[in-house]
């Protein structure tokens, strides 16, 4: 199907909406106006366009009256560039949606390989996420946070609420590598270590049905840093879905209650992103055309600090400044990440 059938397409759809939409039962107007709201962004962007291309045509016509050829091509060349940028603009806008791109996400970080220094860059990589979150004007909520004798973690978790987190988020997920002399090396050796991220669509109950059977629930006492509380009451909850083995443990808050709570949160988001990403499994063409395959063992970035470097392995991206990074400035990175994921479904529907 062509753009223009396409489009055709979303201007007939948007009238037929705001026509039912007149004369619907009460029932049916929550969902047509969500519909409504999300095609009239596209509408407005149409309309542009095929202004746009109707002024260039003119224009083009008038170039052969010689009293106005200057003028006309003066707007021939203004309308000729933006037509296909606004095109551009609406494929892209076209591209099917992720369902779960406006939600907010359960941001996950462990040490993986490198001992120490691997705990102590997971506790870095942790606040940087933070101050992107805050920078964004998102809520940052520590779900999680279980530190070591050093300073570093053992492993965190946070939810970032916000509109649209997961869209910005969602290409972190992966391999993390860091490269650098630590703090314990004597000799200024480099050492390489690595942490895990995982960054899920937080899931409302209605997204995943939760069997109270299905769950062990243990409680125990909290261990490490954590106030009065620790090694003195049951607070800690550890809850194991039994179907599939998630295991999910809690011992931040000094109420078991709370911390149950917030293991519930997580349990839904893992178990909505197996789900999601079984549908993702059953679609392998589909996942060619993604940045990356989404498998969490992924190698995708690189941190090197003696070089004052940070590259993203999927796109070839390389930024010298490490230390803006870690301060929280990502935004170019996801930038990047986000328009290559775009030119690359943009070309898995040409083809």
């Known amino acids: 199907m062509s753009l223009s059938d396409r489009l055709d397409r979303v201007l007939s759809r948007a ?16 969902a047509l106006s969500k519909e409504l709201s999300e095609l009239e962004p596209l509408v407005a962007k149409v309309e542009e366009l095929r202004a746009a291309t109707r002024a260039r ?30 095109e551009r603009e609406l494929q892209l ?11 907010s996400g359960i941001l996950e970080i462990r040490p993986a390989a490198g001992g120490d220094e691997a705990g102590l860059f997971a506790a870095e990589l942790f606040r940087a996420y933070q101050r992107y979150a805050e920078s964004r004007g998102w809520r940052f909520e520590l779900l999680d946070y279980d530190e070591n004798d050093l300073g570093g973690i053992k492993g ?22 860091v490269q650098r002399v630590p703090a314990t090396e ?53 809850i194991t879905h039994l179907p599939t083995g998630i295991v999910v443990a809690m011992q931040e808050e000094k109420s078991q209650h709370k911390n149950r709570a917030k293991a519930m949160k997580v349990l839904r988001a893992r178990l909505y992103d197996a789900q999601r990403q079984a549908v993702d499994s ?17 190698r995708i970035r690189t941190y090197n600090f003696p070089q004052g470097r ?14 803006r990074v870690m ?20 070309a898995a529907e040409a083809a």
Not at 282 to 298: L, N, P, W, Y
């Open 186 to 238: 004597t000799q200024g050796r480099i050492h390489t270590s690595t942490v895990t991220v995982a960054v899920l669509p937080e899931a409302e109950e209605v997204d995943v049905q939760v069997n109270e059977g299905d769950l062990r629930i243990d409680t125990y006492r909290a261990s490490g840093a954590g106030g009065q509380h620790v090694n003195k009451t049951d607070s800690a909850v550890r």
């Open 327 to 346: 301060l929280g400035e990502f935004d170019e990175i996801f930038d990047a990440l986000i328009a290559e994921d775009q030119a690359a479904r943009l």
């Open 282 to 298: 059953a679609r392998a063409a589909d996942r060619k055309s993604q940045v990356g395959t989404g498998d969490r063992s992924e």
């Open 57 to 86: 045509d003119e224009a083009e016509a008038m170039m052969a009256d010689p009293e106005m050829r200057d003028l006309a091509e003066a707007e021939w060349l203004a309308q000729k560039d933006r037509v296909p940028l606004l």
């Open 156 to 177: 965190a978790t946070a939810e970032i609420a916000g509109r649209g987190v997961f869209a910005r988020l969602k290409f972190e997920s992966g391999v993390h590598r």
């Open 15 to 30: 009238e037929e909406v705001r026509h039912i939409l007149a004369t619907a039962p009460g029932a049916e107007i929550g």
């Open 310 to 323: 940070v590259t993203d392995h999927r796109i070839g991206l390389t930024l010298h400044k490490i230390d």
């Open 93 to 103: 806008m076209l591209l099917p949606r992720d369902a779960a791109d406006e939600r």
